[in-house]
């Protein structure tokens, strides 16, 4: 469970050593959570969520199905500096 825009939601997240990008492993994972997620878990809707500047991370979110919902402000680290991030997502309709 993770904290989006001040609600508590399902989110996948991935973080890959970058020595492994591209080569679908966080695809992949993404996928297996899903359907665990809908399957196993009976969620009506799946997140993920990163900066606006992450274009890898919106692309496995893309690849994998999900929809770009909004952007939202986010405070992040210690100095509390504001990064805009984006909001994807999955429906079980969807799915």
């Known amino acids: 469970m993770q904290n989006i825009d001040g609600e508590n939601v399902p989110e996948i997240g991935y973080h890959i050593n970058k020595n492994y990008w591209k080569r679908g492993f966080a695809s ?3 996928k297996k959570c899903l359907k665990h997620g809908f399957i196993d878990l009976g969620l009506k809707e799946i ?3 990163t900066f606006v500047k992450n274009i890898p991370s ?3 979110a893309e690849k994998v ?3 770009k919902r909004k952007e939202y402000d986010k405070e992040v680290g ?3 500096k504001i990064w ?3 909001i994807y997502s ?3 309709n969807e799915y």
């Open 47 to 49: 997140f993920i969520h």
């Open 28 to 30: 992949e994972g993404s």
């Open 78 to 80: 210690q100095s509390k």
């Open 58 to 60: 919106m692309r496995v």
């Open 65 to 67: 199905g999900m929809k």
């Open 90 to 92: 999955l429906k079980r």
């Open 84 to 86: 805009r991030h984006v």
